[in-house]
């Protein structure tokens, strides 16, 4: 009976401890409600037996007591995440196999207990993997340059890149729509160190298999690639996913898919795109009164002459290609439009619409 209470309590709190994270540190409901259900049925595993526990605890006397989780772990909430499922499913594992003994039969169901066991398992899973993609979407601000194989033709990618990064530029995203795989592979890996070197957030453009082998932190995605939950399952937990969104229906779809940040636009017409849908500056307004803290980019048609514009309605990031790598001095252009979305929003020139 003690080791039965000792550890349903002990799953009750580590199951507390993560849906607080859920709630106070993610912001995320779903998540919270999710695991404060389970917590509320792990509470009533034993209820015939409530009693019985509350006789036999001895917790001044028990050997066992735990004095705290250390950990030297860099992220400290994830530390506190692995530490609270570990606690509650090894917890869980514990009262299901004393439910299989004869002293509990009838009070227990093991297979209940194993269903919660590995719920919480998906639970650690989801939570660690919204905490670390957290970390790198709060990269996803100020300058975003494009590298555009096609606009850039024969140029060099990283030269482009890397003079980008040292104008101001904080995220290079790599679109090579046409070129060979092997190619793009070895362009990607490229860009991939660049950025890794120069503490830039680097983004592969559409293809989930090359993001995945070079181990980009990021990968973006149009809304005809695949969907973003068959991505999760192709990419390693701490990988971000940008979407494209042209209109209120993908962006919200995108919003409850759980996108690492919203990329809007075509904003202005732009000749990157001949069959772009210029948005205007309302969609990126009406997604930032509903976007909450995810990232906006705002894409399409920017430049030195409108950037303040789109900062102003609500941009966190601004994404370029011609207005930065067709430019005669790289790094001059990306400086220029790096200090203006920074002298905008220390203005604090977010005007966003509120929700209807």
Request: proline residues 3%; contains cysteine.
């Given at each position: ?109 093991a ?5 919660l066991?590995?719920?919480?398992y998906?639970f650690?899973?989801?939570?660690v ?28 990618l ?61 990968l ?19 990988t ?5 969104c ?50 906006l ?52 020139g ?7």
């Open positions: 009976m003690r080791l039965l209470d000792a550890n349903l309590n002990r799953a009750s709190e580590g199951l507390r401890v993560l849906e607080d994270v859920a709630r106070f540190i993610l912001d995320d409901q779903l998540l919270s409600r999710e695991l404060k259900a389970v917590r509320h049925e792990v509470s009533t595993l034993a209820e015939p037996l409530a009693a019985q526990f509350l006789s036999l605890r001895d917790s001044p006397g028990d050997v066992g007591r735990e004095s705290g989780i250390p950990s030297e772990a860099d992220n400290v909430h994830v530390a506190l995440v692995r530490a609270n499922a570990k606690r509650t499913e090894e917890s869980l594992r514990v009262i299901e196999e004393c439910a299989r003994l004869t002293e509990t039969a009838g009070c227990i169901d297979v209940r207990v194993e269903r066991r590995y719920a919480t998906d650690e899973k989801r939570l993997s919204r905490l670390l993609r957290l970390e790198r979407r709060r990269g996803v601000r100020g300058l975003y340059v494009v590298v555009d194989r096609r606009t850039i033709g024969e140029g060099d990283c030269r482009i890149a890397a003079e980008a990064i040292d104008g101001g530029a904080t995220v290079i995203q790599l679109r090579d729509k046409e070129g060979e795989r092997a190619d793009v592979l070895k362009e990607a890996e490229a860009l991939c160190a660049l950025c890794r070197q120069r503490s830039a957030l680097f983004v592969m453009n559409d293809h989930a298999d090359i993001a995945a082998a070079v181990g980009a932190p990021g973006h995605i149009g809304q005809a690639d695949l969907p973003l939950p068959v991505v999760r399952r192709l990419l390693p937990i701490d971000i996913v940008g979407v494209s042209s209109d209120h229906e993908s962006v919200l779809r995108a919003l409850e898919e759980g996108a690492d940040y919203i990329a809007v636009g075509a904003v202005f017409p732009t000749a990157q795109k001949e069959d772009a849908v210029v948005t205007g500056l309302d969609l990126v307004r009406w997604t930032r009164a509903r976007a909450g803290d995810t990232p980019v705002a894409i399409g048609g920017i430049g030195a002459h409108n950037v303040g514009d789109v900062v102003r309605a609500g941009a966190d990031c601004v994404a370029v290609i011609s207005a930065v790598v067709s430019q005669p001095d790289v790094r001059q252009a990306a400086s220029e439009l790096a200090r203006a979305i920074a002298c905008v929003s220390a203005q604090g977010q005007s966003g619409d509120k929700p209807a």
